[in-house]
């Protein structure tokens, strides 16, 4: 039997909606210990989160990096951004990360931008870039309800998840699922 796109589809939007769920139920919050010093990922706000949707300006996210900093949306006001939300145990997102850092590498001076948000475990961020290694920006978010990926516009909480955001910081496209090949390069191309 040979599986149709439809179906490869299917099957690759309930192995995420899986995955997703298996980290909620995984991820648990280590008790307080003394500080490493290794970066924690944000927590989500109690309050329900608002989905941001094309138009919106994009979320004054602040998120930790691994290397303890803080990375905000606004650093990266002027040019667009690609904001592609992702996670090491998410296959159809590891497939896709390194042409998202061709792209990145390929972009001129005021070209597009892209950032990584990992709705993962730090120590697993780092094991993964150990492997794939990636040149552009990563930063980290815990996962639940009001996490970075719902408050860019994904509701139904699937992996990964792309937004692309004008120069000015307004969302002009939001994608569920992997890019199609060459789908990110035509991204690059939009106003």
């Known amino acids: 039997m040979r ?4 179906r490869l589809l299917a099957v690759a939007a309930v192995a995420a909606a899986l995955g997703v769920a298996a980290a909620q139920l995984w991820w648990r919050e280590p008790a307080p210990a003394a500080d490493t010093g290794a970066a924690k990922p ?6 329900p989160a608002v989905a941001a949707r094309p138009g919106d300006l994009a979320p004054a996210l602040q998120l930790p990096t691994l290397d303890g900093g803080r990375l905000t949306l606004d650093r990266f006001r002027g040019r667009p951004l690609l904001v592609n939300v992702w996670a090491s145990w998410c296959e159809p997102c590891v497939r896709e990360m390194p042409e998202l850092d061709r792209l990145a590498q390929a972009q001129p001076a005021d070209g597009l931008q892209v950032l990584g948000i990992a709705l993962d475990r730090p120590e697993d961020v780092r094991a ?16 639940g309800p009001a996490d970075a990926s719902v408050r860019l516009g994904d509701t139904q909480g699937l992996l990964p998840y792309s937004v692309l955001i004008d120069a000015n910081g307004r969302i002009v496209r939001q994608k569920l699922g992997p890019f199609a090949p060459g789908e990110a390069e035509r991204w690059a191309q939009m106003p």
């Open 128 to 143: 993964f870039l150990q492997r794939v290694p990636i040149t552009y920006p990563i930063a980290l978010e815990t996962p």
């Open 3 to 6: 599986a149709t796109p439809p």
């Open 42 to 47: 944000a927590t989500a706000a109690a309050a």
